[in-house]
């Protein structure tokens, strides 16, 4: 149920009371955005299920960034979550080796969902030591986060999914999650490991 107080507030006041603590200011913000945000995603990707990957996985990466304090108030809120939806949506077709037709839209770079240019042997070496690094610092994560963790990136489950076979809710599936890493990256700084996430 959303607070009909909070619906009011613009964005960024939104996004101030979320990073007070005021998790209800984040329901706002998905709830003015969600339709948006999935119309867009699915129009691309056409597949439901997909989409709704997606979608989760846009908002995983806007709560982990809002919680991370790098999140920079241009007043371009609902601007980066599309980009961030954009990228996201580029990187599964990139995956898939399968090609989009491009939206005919200002704010869809054409250049954004081409792929340039075949991995390189230096590229790839490098992909496949991040990826075992990586399996190394996931396994020294307390177990209900190395759980979200292969669950999530492994078993390709939804957050969803994730919830129902770990018995939480959603947002404590979410909340293990950016756990995992925020320990991820502390555990490849203290081990000298580079990894991206």
């Known amino acids: ?7 009011t ?29 999935y119309g867009y995603i699915f129009s691309v990707v056409k597949d439901k299920d997909v ?33 961030i939806a954009h990228n996201l949506i580029v990187d599964y077709f990139r995956r898939n080796n399968k090609m989009p037709l491009v939206p005919n839209r200002p704010d869809c770079d054409v250049v954004d969902t081409l792929k340039l240019h075949d991995e390189n042997v230096e590229q790839s070496i490098m992909r496949q030591q991040t990826s075992r690094n990586i399996r190394k610092l996931v396994h020294m994560l307390p177990p209900e986060q190395r759980r979200v963790v292969i669950l999530r990136h492994y078993g390709k489950c939804d957050f969803k999914d994730i919830a129902a076979r770990t018995g939480v809710s959603i947002n404590t599936a979410l909340g293990r999650m950016r756990y995992a890493i925020i320990n991820l990256r502390r555990l490849a700084e203290e081990h000298n490991m580079y990894i991206e996430l």
Do not use: P
């Not at 149920?1 to 619906?7: A, C, F, R, V, Y």
């Not at 507030?9 to 003015?32: H, Q, W």
């Not at 989409?51 to 371009?76: C, L, P, R």
């Open 51 to 83: 989409a709704d990957d997606i979608f989760q996985d846009t908002f995983f990466k806007v709560i982990s960034t809002i919680n991370s304090g790098v999140y920079k108030d241009e007043n371009k809120f609902i601007h980066w979550v599309m980009r």
């Open 1 to 7: 149920m959303i607070d009909n107080s909070l619906s």
């Open 9 to 37: 507030l613009s964005d960024n006041e939104l996004i101030l009371g979320y990073m007070n603590g005021k998790s209800a200011c984040f329901d706002v913000l998905l709830s003015r955005y969600q339709a948006k945000v």
